[in-house]
């Protein structure tokens, strides 16, 4: 077993490391099988990250003698690029880890798990799970992780506004706001420069609203009634004083943002871990996801998938279903700080009072839809919608100035 970091390398160096000395699951000995597989520092402490996966498949290949694993762990940065030039040369890994808007990207190089892995472990993935790794019917990817986004308040800030009830719903956020803004606060944080993901701002309203980013028919949905109630709701906030206008147009570090201040009354665009300190533990309010037409909130989901190019994908699938087990993952996610994406596994921080609050939101989460064209929208969107904001447009203008745009970058 062997493990390769390529921390600051260029993408051209990357690929050209990897495409010397990357397998694609071929015999290491006669009788044995060999797979290699690649992931990314999702545990931010390099150490516990390598231990986790060098104990994991230390074990694995004890209760697994005919198959040995090699694996490298790569930098988030430029992981496209690198990935995309060893499979055009066949020499991909054989197990990789991607994320949902990845799934799409890559569907036609990766193999359908539907007959690989086991009816059990399909099973046990959580619905709206499961959802977000099938793309065409075909499962993608075997979870190893997932993430929820709820409301989270700040009740230091409701007690300096007089505010005695926390919202459910956009009206509730309405009618409070006035209260905040004069105490020299704001009801909501909304960081609207491009280059914050819409995944953690924009489109939860939509799809609170009922809408979706793509119609059914391959094209954009998000330019549509439930598309302009989503935006007219902030642009409302915006221009009445209850959002943060520094955080419309900049991107600052949190500590000095107006959330680090105690300024921001609720967020759905921060982690618990993120505003706790700021906050103290005993202020944050983790409550579910806000209410137009229904309740949901994003939240990412990480998997590891076998690609067409492996020449063991048994022995890949075998990995992957050991790698993603609810025993095996355990200390994976407390280490990384997600939750499982199992129906059979236990609250995984029924100790702590934060991060077990969060946990229950995690069936009431979606990737939304996967689309190749997912991150190239987004880069249409985000300034549309930064500009309706600002007041530059009105939001049924900039949303269909973003639909215009967006047109050539979809595949129906």
Known sequence: MRVSKFIGVTAGVAAATLLAGCSAGGDAAEGTKHITVWLYPVIADEAVHKDFWDTTIADFEKKHDDITVDYEIFPWANRDEALQTAIAAGKGPDVVYLIPDQLAAYQKSIAPLNSLLSTERQDEILPNV???????????????????????????????????????????????????????????????????????????????????????????????????????????????????????????????????????????????????????????????????????????????SVLKGSKAQDAAAEFVEFATGADVVEPYLKAAGYFSALSTTGPLYADDPLLGEVEKYVPDTTVGELATSSRALMGVLAPEIQAALLGQKSPKDALSAAADAAAPLLNK
Do not use: H, R
């Open 130 to 304: 499961k959802e977000s790794v099938t793309i065409d019917g075909d499962i993608l990817g075997a979870p190893i992780l997932t993430s929820a986004q709820p409301l989270l308040c700040n009740a230091a800030a409701f007690e300096a506004a007089g505010v005695t009830e926390y919202p459910e719903t956009w009206d509730d956020i309405t009618e409070i706001a006035p209260k905040f803004t004069e105490k020299g606060m704001y009801v909501l944080n909304y960081p609207a420069s491009a280059e914050n993901t819409l995944n953690l701002t924009f489109y939860p309203l939509l799809w609170q609203a009922g809408g979706e980013v793509y119609s059914t028919d391959g094209g954009v949905g998000f330019d549509s009634k439930a598309g302009e109630e989503a935006l007219t709701f902030l642009t409302d906030l915006a221009e009445a004083g209850a959002l943060d206008p520094e955080a419309l147009t900049t991107n600052v570090p949190l500590e000095q943002t107006a959330i680090a201040q105690g300024k921001v009354a609720c967020t759905w665009n921060n982690a618990v871990t993120e505003v706790e300190p700021f906050w103290g533990e005993e202020n944050v309010k983790v409550l579910a996801p806000l209410t137009d037409e229904k309740s949901v909130a994003y939240g990412t989901v990480g998997s590891l």
